[in-house]
């Protein structure tokens, strides 16, 4: 019944956000609003938003583990095995802006979500809680990571920029009729919510008849499962000859899934840190870094098949390190 609940409740999120997606950015091109902003925006946050749907779900509910392990194994999975996969079907080429800024950028929101997240040994509290003034904090920087986005959107690319234009080309709006679009926009968000509920009590339900902890199943099973928007949309990117799209989907998800959907969660309930360990904080971070330093100084700003490889073995050796400690 819990496996149930739990694949049940994954298709409604992945339906629900996908109508949510097309429903809106259709009311949006009604409205002429421009189709850069409409990408950056709304189906930005059609891709993150079953993680932000389980994150806040988890957190009204207690499952803190499952709240914060299913951002930081999402953006783990999203780092290494959707990059490394993707590379494994097309070498990926990374601009010089994307190096400069906005891989530094991803690295910097794990590193502030390293900090806040360890009270025990900055502060010398009793126990790491990520509090409303870090989720507060932590949506404030997303409002500067928006502004940053809005700036280069409006600027005009060359056309050996890679790295973003992307969006504009990639994103097909669909011209729908005024119900159906409010037909998908409330039908996807009732989905999402009902979903995440299922999905939320499926996981919690494996982990207490398995004897696992939830930041595990948060960590491992849930955060790969809602990374699946993510990881169709780079696979596909990579058939059709434009792996590099996967880089900015990459970095786009992990920053929006930090310091949004942390800071969504964490703004409406403390969230506690008992499973959650610096080894999983380091390993996000690490993963970003190295991300970096395979674009930086090997390939000439290209994620090969052979360092596309090494990325996903150091996600398995993730995995089996987490289990192995249970």
């Given at each position: ?56 779900s ?16 999402s ?30 950028l ?35 920087f ?22 973003h ?47 696992v ?30 792996p ?20 969504c ?58 289990i192995?400690?249970?």
């Amino acid at each position: 019944m819990n496996i149930l609940l739990l694949i049940g409740g994954l298709i409604l999120i992945l339906l629900g956000a996908n109508g949510l997606t097309d429903g809106a950015a259709s009311v949006a091109k009604r409205f002429r609003i421009p189709p850069i902003v409409i990408g950056l925006t709304i189906v930005a946050f059609g891709t993150s938003a079953p993680e932000l749907t389980v994150s806040v779900s988890s957190a009204l509910k207690g499952s803190a583990d499952i709240a914060i392990g299913n951002v930081v194994g999402s953006n783990i999975f999203n780092t290494l095995m959707i990059v490394g996969c993707t590379a494994l079907f097309a070498p990926i080429v990374i601009t010089r802006n994307t190096l400069r800024k906005e891989i530094p950028l991803c690295i910097l929101s794990s590193i502030v979500l390293l900090i806040c997240a360890n009270d025990v040994f900055l502060d010398k509290a009793s126990e790491n809680i990520l509090n409303r003034v870090d989720g507060l904090l932590l949506l404030c920087f997303f409002v500067i990571f928006m502004g940053y986005t809005f700036a280069i959107a409006s600027k005009p690319t060359t056309t050996g920029d890679a790295g973003h234009p992307v969006i504009e080309e990639e994103t097909e709006i669909k011209s729908l009729p005024w119900w159906k679009s409010i037909l998908y926009i409330i039908g996807g968000l009732a989905a999402l919510i009902f979903g995440g509920q299922l999905f939320v009590d499926g996981a919690t339900g494996i982990a207490r008849n398995l004897g696992v902890s939830e930041s595990i199943i948060g960590l491992t099973l849930v955060a790969g499962g809602t990374s699946l928007p993510e990881l169709a949309t780079s696979i596909v990117a990579a058939l059709k000859k434009n792996p590099e799209i996967a880089i900015g989907n990459v970095i786009g998800s992990n920053l929006f899934n930090i310091f949004f959907v942390l800071g969504c969660s964490a703004s409406i309930t403390p969230l506690r840190l008992s499973g959650i360990t610096n080894f999983d904080l380091f390993t996000l971070v690490g993963s970003g870094i190295l991300l970096w330093l395979f674009g930086l100084f090997f390939a000439k700003r290209t994620i090969t098949r052979i360092e596309g490889g090494i990325m996903i073995f150091c996600y398995v050796a993730y995995t089996v390190v987490l289990i192995y400690n249970t």
